[in-house]
């Protein structure tokens, strides 16, 4: 999945118990490669059915939190709650070449599409460790290794108007009536071109069940 992820491929992610609360934190979630320059757009407009310019909130691994955002030594904010100032060097363009990431050899990738206000100065950070959040750390320490960057982009799992998923049917349908590329369901994978009729699905009957009268 780490290497779907770097190739710019939109994962749902279903693993474990459902999260309680008002962020998804890893286990009913919509991953996206963070370096990206074109994810935002794609996961507004292709997934979750919303304006392009709508932001998402980054997943980072929370020994590598202060690289990319201005946190304070040890603060950790692993139920997504905290907003913080995405560092100058992170920022997209923040060479001043205007490319989606750095290539130095001190210098880790710069956020893309995981960015909180149009100029990428803040972001809802989620700090991700291996205590609380188990195969969703291993998956990011995977992409990290792939890709030198220890963020991902993390969204609900649903579109506009509809609940986060909740089992593995709800995740079925809503992947289906979506363009994401891949479904993870636990340990099972599924790839959106292998799915009978992916392409036929009515995906505004799937929006209008979920709209208020």
Sequence with gaps: MADR????????????RMEFGPRALGSRSILGDARS????SVMNLKIKFRESFRPFAPSVLAERAGEYFEMGDGCQSPYMLLVAPVRGDKRLGGDGQGQPWRS????????????????????RV?????????????LMKAFERRTGCPVIINTSF??????????PEHAM??????????????R?????????????HDVEAYLAQFELD
């Design 104 to 123: 130095g050899p001190t210098e880790g990738p710069s956020l893309g599409g995981a960015r909180h206000h149009a100029r990428g100065l803040l972001a």
């Design 126 to 138: 989620q700090t991700v460790d291996a205590q609380r959040h188990g195969l969703y750390y291993r």
């Design 5 to 16: 992820i770097a190739d710019e491929k939109v994962v749902g992610w279903l693993s474990g």
């Design 188 to 200: 099972f994978v599924l790839l959106k071109d292998e799915q009978p009729g992916a392409k036929s």
């Design 158 to 167: 649903n579109i506009r108007g509809e609940p986060i998923v909740c089992t």
């Design 173 to 186: 349908r809503c992947f289906m009536a979506t363009n994401m590329d891949v479904l993870v369901l636990e």
């Design 37 to 40: 320059r074109r994810m935002q």
